[in-house]
């Protein structure tokens, strides 16, 4: 068991360094000049002209082989030195580390509740196979499934802020914001619908609520088919199991046979779905957050990306990385206690 | 034969079926559609009649109506079903390439070519896709060239996965060991006798891909670095519609024509293609049948 997480573990550090090499490699595609930017300190290296752009290349050694160029930067990366993002105007860290929170709360709002919806109607339409309400539930989340993010979530702003002006976009009303730099207001996480409460202020609790009903309703809806859909084949399959038909013939009552007996088996493979699917969310809020204007990890990923800001995308992809990494883990050390059948390896 | 009679009886994918008929018709019968004026450079570039900025309701000039710098939504929408069968098919083609050879070589001759070509597809699995491809985008340039690019670098591994586990499987059953007993070369082999029977489930994973790929490319150009202004492409159309959408305080729907026509386009386009893949994946999944 542990050796099994160690070794998992250690597969960690090379992934990392094969995704460096590919950012690097990626890097340094454009020319010494355009990569001069990311160094800079100011705009100032262009008002000197062609000649201070050469000696700036030449001071941070921009046409140095690629290894050696490598090797300095890694050495930075190794320090804890993820460099200065331009996009956010703050060291590529620090930006990371305030923009966690926002997309965390995004996450747990959207990811739990439409976890239990998914198993819901995965199971509900497992239970009543190729009958209505399997039909309904298969149309439903197959329009959900083909609706692109973005269209659903223009749609929601469409609707709920422009028409109704319920959810505004944003992440907070402009008098919360500032309430909540105020002096009086003490940032615990950095999360602000858990500092409101945390501070006892629920006008701003509703308010940063009401900022983040929009998206997870568009999250939940645009993500939950793939769970729902692992649920039903699970569902079934466990259905058929001789155990099922054991406990029906006992005399049980069939919907005791269902929810308890067959449903927690089908569990175990939607472990495995929706660890990877928390993962995706949790680097994969690109579009959501940029429709919704929510500053977020996933906003600024997108921004700095195709503003082709190097180190800000590199300390994105370590990020995601890790997430990715240790949260397939955890689901294989949690499945053995889901399924004492299953021995680690 | 089986496959096919599943998919015409059950009114979902049978839908499916058909809605992407009508996208093929609507991509053939393109110039006839929506006839390209004879200034234009590449009937890719949408036709706009004028330069001003607010959208234009439909009308006998522009069906669909025009949208931000008055490019016409109808001749986009027409022209936009070609974008994206080139970009959905184009992609998912180059991918499943790629990733049949990757996961055939690793499969078949396994040890450390294995390892390491499993360990590379877990590395690109761990980048994240969309941010992946908008580097890659952003670096190339925009065009409908480059998304293709970006989106097959990082969308190849699935395709590897697939077809590494399924050559493992069927490379011990005995028709594979006859073969070979005759002297069949290797590439023989997995060209002739082991990858035709990997083939449904690559057909579904692919089926499934083709509908996200679009939506992929869309979301690129949607986040700026897609295709040229004025491209034929429904993610950049949808794109304009962004400014839009907010309408004026009396009036919140009136911009409705330049969200509602490119989103039901690429909707009804993706839709169908998950329709046909959830069907095949039924029919091809033995824990489905009664």
Redesign the interface.
Known sequence: MMTYALRRLLMLPVVLFALSLMIFALQMSLSPTQRLAAYAPSDDYLKGGQESIRLMIEEYGLNDPFLEQYGRWIGNILQGNLGWSETARQPVAAALASLFPATMELVVLAFFPGLLLAIWLGSRAGIHHNRWPDHLIRLFTILGWSFPTYVFGLLMLLVFYSTLDWFPPGRLSQWAVTEVTSVGFTRYTGANTIDALLNGNLAVFWDAMRHLIAPVITLTYVNIASITRVMRTSMLETLRQDYVRTARAKGMPRRVVELHHARRNALLPVATIAGMELAYMMGGLVITETIFDYAGLGQFAAKSASSLDFPAVLGFGLYFAVVLVVLNLLVDLIYPLLDPRVKTR | MRVIRYLLSNP?SLFGLLLLLAFVLIAVFAPVLAPPQEFQLSPYDTPRAGFWATPQPPSDLALFGTTQGQYDIYYAVIWGTRTAFKIGLGVVAISVLIGMTVGALAAFYGGILDEILM??A??F????????A???T??LGKGIVPIMIALTTFGWMGYARVVRSEILRIREMDYVNAARSYGASDLRLIVLHILPNAFFPVLVLATMAT?SMV?SA??LS????GTEEGYADW?QF?AY??NW???QADN??QY?YT?AFP?AA??LF??AW??VG?ALRDVL?P??Q?
């Open positions: 979902m360990r590379i877990d590395v699995m761990a980048v994240p896709f969309l941010i992946a908008l580097v890659l952003a670096i509908g939506l869309s979301a949607f986040l700026g670095v993610g949808i519609s962004r959408i907010v309408g919140p729907f409705w969200l989103g690429i909707f993706v839709l998950n329709l959830d999944d824990r489905h009664a």
